[in-house]
């Protein structure tokens, strides 16, 4: 049980979460990570089983370092998906159970894409995940602009996860925030971190 969202902005791609963890209801730990950096240009979110989810992101991991390594530049994002794609498609009929939103930048632009656990995969504008994804969809349904820059993404990304850990009792303990564009992965502090800082 989770909240992750993506945003594909004009200039990059954000990617969000909380950080709690549970298992069903029990909450077992304050502070976990749900975005995976693959590589300095291509990350994604964990929503599901989180040892599925490591095994997968770890293959992909791999994956990415040896095509840099060979072919002298970073994997595409499509590329890097389609992989993740066909190895959950091909694990059947035993299921992982992961739901993962890919976001990155490469010589295409910023890319989002969703992937399910059956190894499906779409493009997106935007799109959330895990328990809280009804309450964050609803925030972003209303806020997305195809024109909006990074910066606001980020402020869209915020307010969605807060929407869920309003509401979702599966969500909640604090955000990440990370942004993806051509100088490559940063992650970014939440409004409430920056206040905090400058008190």
């Known amino acids: 049980m989770t909240t992750t969202v993506g945003i594909k902005a004009r200039d990059g791609v ?35 089983g989180v040892a599925d989810l490591q095994g997968l992101l770890n293959v992909l991991t791999v994956l990415a370092r040896d095509y840099k390594s060979e072919h002298k530049r970073p994997i595409p994002v499509k590329t890097l998906v389609n992989y993740a794609s066909l190895l959950l ?10 739901h993962s939103i890919f976001g990155g930048f490469d010589e295409e632009g910023p890319q989002l894409y969703m992937l399910d656990w059956l190894g499906s995969y779409s ?4 799109i959330s ?55 490559g992965f940063r992650r970014v502090l939440s409004a409430r971190q920056r206040v905090a800082i400058a008190e």
Do not use: C, Q
């Open 14 to 48: 954000v990617l969000a979460t909380d950080k709690r963890v549970t298992a069903g209801y029990y909450i077992a730990h304050k502070r976990g990570e749900k975005i995976w950096k693959i590589d300095d240009h291509v990350a994604a979110t964990m929503s599901g």
């Open 89 to 98: 498609f091909y694990s059947r009929p035993m299921i992982y159970i992961v």
């Open 123 to 126: 493009e997106e504008r935007y």
């Open 129 to 183: 995940t895990g328990s809280g994804s009804p309450y964050a969809m609803g925030v972003l349904e209303v806020g997305y602009r195809e024109d909006m820059s990074v910066d606001d993404a980020v402020k869209l990304a915020e307010n969605a996860v807060r929407a869920a850990m309003r509401n979702d009792p599966g969500s909640g303990e604090g955000i990440d925030i990370v942004a993806i564009t051509r100088d």
